[in-house]
């Protein structure tokens, strides 16, 4: 599975794309576990202390943002499905 990584998330997983096993049953919840477990200065950057994606964070599922999703975090995900992440942006 091809997880896209954007802005200042590039360099702490050391590109801009990260390719990972899939499995049956594979959840949104998983992948990011499973991203943060092998990145572990991705977690603070991904999910709070309980968790739970921040808010500003955007993971999008073949184009659509997971915040959305029905199941959010707990989509199941297919082996061709695309993710891409967003770090927070803030600009003026």
């Given at each position: 599975?091809?997880?896209?990584?954007?802005?200042?998330?590039?360099?702490?997983?050391?590109?801009?794309?990260?390719?990972?096993?899939?499995?049956?049953?594979?959840?949104?919840?998983?992948?990011?576990e499973?991203?943060?477990?092998?990145?572990?200065?991705l977690?603070?950057?991904?999910?709070?202390?309980?968790?739970?994606?921040?808010?500003?964070v955007?993971?999008?599922?073949?184009?659509?943002?997971?915040?959305?999703?029905e199941?959010?975090?707990?989509?199941?995900?297919?082996?061709?499905?695309?993710?891409?992440?967003?770090?927070?942006?803030?600009?003026g």
């Amino acid at each position: 599975m091809q997880v896209n990584f954007y802005a200042t998330l590039r360099p702490i997983v050391g590109g801009k794309t990260v390719q990972l096993p899939w499995s049956e049953g594979t959840t949104l919840r998983a992948l990011l576990e499973t991203l943060c477990d092998d990145h572990p200065a991705l977690r603070p950057e991904l999910l709070d202390d309980q968790g739970q994606l921040h808010g500003y964070v955007h993971v999008f599922v073949n184009g659509r943002d997971g915040h959305y999703l029905e199941r959010v975090l707990e989509t199941t995900l297919a082996p061709t499905d695309t993710v891409d992440i967003f770090p927070a942006v803030g600009g003026g």
